[in-house]
């Protein structure tokens, strides 16, 4: 079946570093890939999404591209702040439907 | 602007008793779905729906029913709680395409502890 596998965190690091985060998927068909952000108490929002090969999704900083050779799709944000601290979900479909298979999730801790 | 609405926010029950987590959404979606999310495991498909009157199970639906009576309303219900059914619950919804990358919308979750 579908699955995927992020980084176990947490990953804890000083504002303005460089944050990664790895995402590996196996899949029959071609998914959609997906990050997704769960701040402290907060249900999940949808933060970027790519839906084929060699797509960038990007949002708030935060790139991830698809890449298909490497069935990869790793979250990167060039300079963290202290509010990016949350717990980040790789995720795919495969079906029409949209059912979502998630990642374990990666806890980020940002200090100052 | 109330997207996906969830109740209880938070809730504790004891082992054996029932209760029922409710959602709605007000985006005429017409897919939805429940999810656990249980440390180190990610969010796992509970059930979900297609429309109004089907539903159909996902990855760990046991110690759960849902229905589907309109196309706003997806409630899951406990039938006899156990300490293994604490987690945390998030209803989803979400229009056509999903797979193409159409926006599936979180509530902000139901916190249950079964004790």
């Known amino acids: 079946g579908d699955s995927v596998t992020q980084m176990e965190g947490p990953v804890t690091l000083s504002e303005e570093a460089f944050l990664t985060i790895n995402c590996t998927y196996t899949?029959?068909?071609?998914?959609?890939l997906f990050w997704y952000v769960q701040y402290p108490g907060e249900g999940l929002q949808l933060l970027l999404k790519?839906?084929?090969?060699?797509d960038k999704g990007s949002n708030k900083g935060f790139e991830a591209t698809y890449r298909k050779e490497t069935t990869s799709f790793h979250l990167e944000k060039g300079s963290v702040q202290v509010s990016d601290s949350a717990v980040y979900f790789c995720a795919l479909t495969t079906d029409s439907w949209g059912k979502l298979q998630f990642g374990a999730g990666t806890q980020v801790v940002v200090t100052p | 602007n109330a997207g996906v609405t969830q109740t209880p926010k938070f809730q504790v029950l004891k082992t054996g008793q029932s209760m029922t987590l409710q959602c709605a959404q007000d985006?005429?979606?017409?897919?939805m779905s429940w999810y656990r999310q249980d440390p180190g495991m990610g969010l796992r498909l509970i059930h979900y729906?297609?429309?109004?009157?089907?539903?159909d199970q996902g990855e760990v639906p046991n110690g759960y029913n849902v229905s589907r009576s309109t196309t706003e309303d997806f409630p899951l219900r406990l039938l006899s709680a156990a300490p293994s059914q604490t987690s945390v619950y998030f209803c989803?919804?979400?229009?056509?395409?999903?797979?193409?990358?159409?926006?599936?919308?979180f509530g902000e979750g139901s916190w249950l502890t079964v004790v």
């Open positions: 985006m005429n979606h017409e897919y």
């Open positions: 989803a919804s979400h229009g056509l395409q999903g797979r193409s990358g159409n926006t599936i919308y």
């Open positions: 729906s297609v429309g109004a009157g089907i539903t």
């Open positions: 899949a029959t068909g071609y998914p959609s």
């Open positions: 790519a839906t084929k090969a060699d």
